[in-house]
């Protein structure tokens, strides 16, 4: 067929370039949507550095961290405002559920959501036991590739720049210190032990040395360690101490940095996806607390001699009838369930991912979690990993420990994130590595409650449980919006926290400390799962006996981290298809 005959048949030059490429089986050429995700994705793993390493991601580098310091921040978000405006000169694809359209909204999201957070500063007051990079960067090395020799050179180099990190670390909180940015006080204090906790014969930062019996490889980490990394980590806590803080500030909200007033809203959306009010936060919240509370009356009734709400939620942590014994037990408690919810799936999801998970106690430094999920490889070969908290025993409840691993694990984050991880070609990989707040923690509380559609808490203290997590998530929405907007003391947040969670005394005093340093990121949780809870009453509603709960729970999860307006226009689009019979 002649081109000519094809224009006279009134196609465009795009629909000839389709037929021509259909009739020589060359496949079409990709979009201009596709090519700048492609041109993002690349700038991201250079500029991330770490991505390729989490992920395990074919062809990947592993030799360097990010570039932290103020320059290199700054040439980052020239790059994402181009980026920006040419993906609105683009345009948005209609054809929702489309490759096209998932990663344009990925890309948008990602892209708007920097530019609109960039006024809270974020990078001049990570100081905190939340937000300091001590928190996160460590656990690379736990994963860090080092089957042949080359991947060990690249393994010494990154460790060569964890110095340099540091330090660039100090030199922006020195500068965030002199333009009246800091991370309150309270928060800040217990930082220097942390970070000294990473130094002695038991560094995580020596963990490549003992994951291979390579002598000269062994030998070297032990130099770069003691040259370089002690010296670093030493630096940085002695810093925080005898500098920092004493000029951190005194005020938990937000609005005491510059520009605090607008920081708020805009981490808002940034976290949720969509722009909510403060106050509507708050009075979602207290619904939501007042909801849970009747639950939990109904089964203390039932099954506990009846009684006061707040006053049970502390029993369960106190009582050793409720408690563990050992450290053992708490780690069996978490894996028998592990075994129990997995076997449970299928019944729920019609596509499951390929990795595994494992539960792990936490390390050492990082003891003061209460549950934390770090990601399987993209080709679903390394498991995920759950870290769990296991010391003092007796202080931790049965309790929870099912509705938080079925938050982390399955159906939760890792359900959700291996089959992102493992979409392979049916998305553009940005599906795979992108992730959001609002759709990613708003899943994964939902899923606390598809456990127990599925019979996963077999007993009425799991029953418990599982409403202690949801109240306090519902909680996190008043106490959050109270302390950054509301003038709430730390006390006020505590008491608040212990009212109307089971959590133990510990895990509450870091929460709410978390979120002092860590502002809306706690109204992700029950504003996403409020959401994903509506979609999926208007698909039961619309379908009635043609609602199928496995093609529902695959199209929720089955895009990767899509934010809620997405979902939204998502599941609209695949009620109408299923009343279709499409």
């Not at 390579?214 to 670093?232: G, R, S």
């Not at 592990?338 to 990082?366: H, R, T």
């Not at 691993?405 to 890792?414: D, K, M, V």
């Amino acid at each position: 067929m002649k081109t000519s005959t094809l224009i006279q048949r009134g196609l465009s030059a795009g629909a000839i370039a389709l037929v021509l490429a259909a009739c020589d089986n060359t496949p079409p050429p990709p979009s201009a949507i596709e090519q700048l995700a492609d041109e993002y994705l690349e700038g991201l793993m250079a500029s991330d550095a770490l991505m390729g390493t989490y992920y395990s991601i074919e062809g990947a580098r592993h030799n360097r961290l990010p570039d932290n310091s103020l320059a290199g921040i700054s040439a980052w978000q020239a790059k994402e405002d181009a980026w920006l405006a040419e993906l609105e000169r683009i345009g948005a694809p209609a054809d929702i559920g489309s490759r096209d359209w998932v990663t344009h909204g990925l890309l948008k999201e990602q892209l708007e959501g920097a530019a609109a957070t960039r006024i809270c500063r974020n990078e001049l007051w990570g100081a905190s036991t939340t937000t300091s990079w001590h928190t996160w960067l460590p656990f690379v090395f736990d994963i860090q590739p080092l089957e042949t020799a080359d991947l060990r050179e690249q393994a010494l180099a990154r460790l060569a720049a964890v110095p340099t990190y540091i330090d660039n670390e100090i030199a922006n909180l020195r500068e965030g210190l002199r333009l009246g940015y800091s991370a309150p006080r309270v928060t800040v204090e217990a930082v220097p032990g942390q970070v000294r906790s990473l130094i002695g014969p038991d560094s995580i930062f020596l963990g490549p040395a003992t994951r291979s019996d390579d002598t000269a490889f062994t030998a070297a980490v032990k130099n770069v360690y003691d040259e370089q990394i002690a010296p670093a980590l030493t630096r940085y806590a002695d810093f925080i101490e005898n500098e920092y803080l004493d000029q951190a500030r005194e005020t938990l909200a937000v609005s005491g940095n510059p520009d605090g007033e607008a920081c708020y809203p805009a981490l808002v959306r940034s976290f949720v996806t969509v722009a909510v009010p403060a106050e509507e936060i708050h009075a979602v919240g207290l619904e939501q607390v007042a909801n849970i509370r009747e639950e939990i009356q109904v089964t203390l009734d039932e099954h506990f001699g009846g009684g006061d709400v707040s006053a049970f939620l502390r029993q369960v942590n106190e009582d050793p009838a409720f408690t563990f014994d050992t450290e053992a037990a708490v780690l069996k408690y978490s894996t028998d369930a592990l075994d129990a919810v997995k076997a449970a799936m299928p019944k729920a999801f019609g596509v499951l991912p390929k990795a595994d998970v494992l539960v792990k106690p936490y390390p050492e430094f990082a003891e003061s979690g209460s549950g934390e999920y770090h990601s399987s490889s993209e080709d679903g070969t390394r498991p995920g990993i759950f870290y769990i908290a296991v010391t003092d025993p007796t202080g931790r409840s049965r309790s929870n420990q099912l509705a938080t691993l079925h938050h982390e694990t399955f159906p939760g984050h890792h359900l959700q994130g291996a089959i992102a991880l493992e979409l392979g070609d049916q998305q553009h990989p940005l599906a795979r590595y992108l992730w959001n707040s609002g759709y990613g923690e708003g899943w994964a509380l939902y899923s606390e409650r598809l456990a127990d559609e599925l019979g996963l808490y077999p007993t009425p203290l799991d029953r418990i449980g599982l409403y202690s997590d949801q109240i306090a998530r519902a909680s996190r929405l008043v106490m959050d919006s109270g302390l950054h907007t509301m003038g709430w003391t730390r006390q006020q947040a505590v008491d608040y926290m212990m009212a109307n969670s089971g959590w133990a005394p510990v895990d509450i005093q870091n929460e709410v400390d978390r979120y002092i340093s860590w502002p809306a990121q706690a109204t992700s949780y029950m504003l996403g799962m409020l959401e994903i809870r509506r979609l999926r009453t208007l698909a039961e509603t619309r379908l009635g006996e043609d609602f199928d709960m496995r093609g529902f729970h695959d199209r929720v999860v089955g895009m990767g981290s899509i934010t809620l307006p997405m979902l939204e226009e998502s599941i609209e689009a695949w009620i109408a298809a299923q009343q279709t019979g499409g």
